[in-house]
């Protein structure tokens, strides 16, 4: 038992550094302090993103998923699509990733479906540990924990694909397969229907992480 505590305790110890994903101006960008998030309008089009404050570790530490939560409003007279695949998130070393399905996500958290490490990272080494600390915490504490996020959540606050309607809005989680603790700035960048990827981006949403 001794190193299980050990390891528990060396968890608790990194999730004291909260990490944080700050919007940077940007080109065009209103920047939201509350928020923490940043909006740009092109052509009618208004998109605001910013981290969802969400990490989700599996107990083999295999990968990190984070999320991005964006909203797109349409203020034009035409329908306009948009999907997952209309973005791309860019860390300070110009690697890309590409948005996960949420039928990734749940593959990547489920693997070790009992022993999932949620902010500030937690681990639960039997169910009725799992259960009491739960219980606890939904009532004694003001911080997330992101261990109550079941499978049908994963899809149910994923960003929807399709058409948006005039004057209609849509907003959602990207997830991304990425640690954000070993990055020092990443982008997010989309791209209005039409738009090769090999173009400048329409919209681009800089993030400073700090620690």
Do not use: H, W
């Not at 999320?67 to 034009?76: H, L, W, Y």
């Not at 996500?105 to 009992?114: C, G, M, N, P």
């Not at 924990?145 to 049908?152: L, S, T, V």
């Amino acid at each position: 038992m001794k190193p299980m505590i050990l390891l528990l305790l060396l968890l608790l110890n990194i999730g004291c550094a909260r990490l944080q994903v700050i919007p940077e101006p940007g080109d065009g960008a209103v920047l939201n302090q509350a928020e923490n998030s940043q909006s740009i309008t092109r052509d009618g089009i208004t998109m605001t993103a910013k981290n969802a404050d969400i990490n989700m570790f599996s107990y083999n530490l295999e990968g990190t998923v984070s999320a991005f939560s964006v909203v797109i409003d349409n203020g034009t007279e035409a329908e306009v699509a948009f999907s997952a695949d209309s973005f791309l998130l860019l860390d300070n070393d110009n690697r890309q990733y590409y948005p996960l399905t949420p039928e990734k996500v749940k593959e990547i958290l489920s693997r070790d479906s009992y022993y999932l490490i949620p902010y500030p990272y937690v681990g639960f080494y039997y169910l009725e540990d799992y259960e009491r600390s739960s219980f606890y915490n939904r009532f004694n504490s003001s911080q997330p924990y992101f261990y109550e996020i079941y499978p049908q959540d994963i899809y149910t606050r994923a960003l929807p694909s399709g058409t948006i309607i005039p004057k209609a809005k849509v907003s959602g989680l990207l997830y991304f397969r990425i640690d954000l603790n070993e990055k020092k700035s990443v982008k997010l960048l989309a791209y209005k229907p039409g738009t090769p990827k090999s173009a400048p981006p329409d919209f681009v949403f800089p993030f400073r992480v700090t620690k």
